[in-house]
């Protein structure tokens, strides 16, 4: 059955769904079957990167979907190596051939990577490529506040999501705080704590889930929908693809809301210890 996933309004005028579908190790002809599946089970927002190399499946798959173009969402971001201006409009170019596409519907920069210094000048390209029409909604990824501030401060435009790294061990507050200060939208990567933690087996989850006859994971995607937060969620599995689909039906109480929040584990919770102000993405 075909779950209908309601819209987030963004501060520019743009709605994206309250899920989108993660691609990173989505590879390949599997990859392309494994993305078609998700968009037959409702995903209309697709995430992908350079850095992902699935960007030529991604759009293989909006091609052979069947979906009119204009009712998918795709998404894919800068990577750190071209924040140069020039350079970031000219991979821009290039990742619009690689998905044959004619534009992106959201752009993020994908890390601050802060001791290049160039992100503001990154932040200036989008804001030029969405001009030019080939971004429709421009964002940032992995930024904190103070990063937010300088593009701000330094542009006078806004980014309408900023992606970042929330899960049950990695409850992330503070940022999310920020974001809601600028009015922007908060997206969750690896929100079922990828492969890394164990998040999805928790005993108090999976409890929780019991009231609802639900699974621990679509505990935790309600946990974040709750929060407006805008869960990126893979699975190859088109089960599990459908099952986290099926949020919409339920609501968490206040204290099984804390219940999850009490899981936090700070700074060691994250997947992989990558803090934006010193992490420099692989390049
Ligand atoms: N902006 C950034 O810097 C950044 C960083 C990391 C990730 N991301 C984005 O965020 C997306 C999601 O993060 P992620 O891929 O790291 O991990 P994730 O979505 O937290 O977890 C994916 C893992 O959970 C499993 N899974 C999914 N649904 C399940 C279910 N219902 N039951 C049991 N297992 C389930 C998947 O296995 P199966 O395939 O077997 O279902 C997979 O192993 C990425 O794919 C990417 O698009 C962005």
């Not at 001009?131 to 909604?137: A, D, E, P, R």
């Not at 992606?163 to 992330?172: A, D, V």
């Not at 998040?199 to 989850?205: F, G, S, T, Y």
């Not at 889930?209 to 935790?220: C, D, E, H, L, T």
């Amino acid at each position: 059955m075909l779950v209908e996933i309601p819209d987030v309004m963004l501060n520019d005028g743009y709605r994206i769904p309250a899920i989108g579908f993660g691609t990173v190790e989505i590879l390949g002809n599997k990859g392309t079957l494994q993305i078609l599946n998700a968009i037959q089970s409702g995903y209309r927002l697709i995430d992908t990167s350079t850095n992902y190399d699935n960007e030529g499946i991604v759009g293989k798959a909006v091609k052979n979907s069947g979906i009119p173009r204009d009712e998918l969402l795709i998404s894919s971001k800068l990577p750190g190596k071209y924040h140069d201006f020039d350079s970031a409009l000219k991979i821009i170019e290039e990742q619009l051939a690689r998905t044959d596409l004619e534009y992106f519907d959201k752009y993020l920069i994908h890390w601050p990577n802060p001791d290049d210094g160039k992100y503001v000048e990154a932040w200036k390209a989008l804001i030029q490529a969405q001009k030019l029409g080939m971004i429709l909604t421009i964002g940032v990824s992995n930024f904190l506040e103070h990063h937010l501030e300088k593009i701000i401060d330094e542009t006078g435009v806004v980014p309408a999501t900023n992606q970042i790294e929330i899960h049950p061990y990695f409850s992330n507050k503070e940022n999310v705080k920020a974001n809601e200060k600028f009015g922007i939208i908060t997206e969750a990567w690896s929100p079922l704590g990828r492969d890394i933690n164990d998040a999805k087996q928790h005993p108090d989850i999976i409890e929780i889930g019991k009231k609802y006859n639900k699974s621990a994971p679509q505990v935790i995607i309600r946990w974040l929908h709750q929060r407006d937060i805008v869960p990126i969620v893979r699975s190859g599995d088109p089960i599990h693809q459908q099952e986290n689909l099926n949020i919409f039906d339920f609501e968490l109480t206040d204290a099984e809301m804390e219940k999850i929040f009490s899981l936090d584990k700070g700074e060691e919770g994250r997947v992989e210890g990558q803090h934006p102000d010193e992490y420099h993405e692989y390049d």
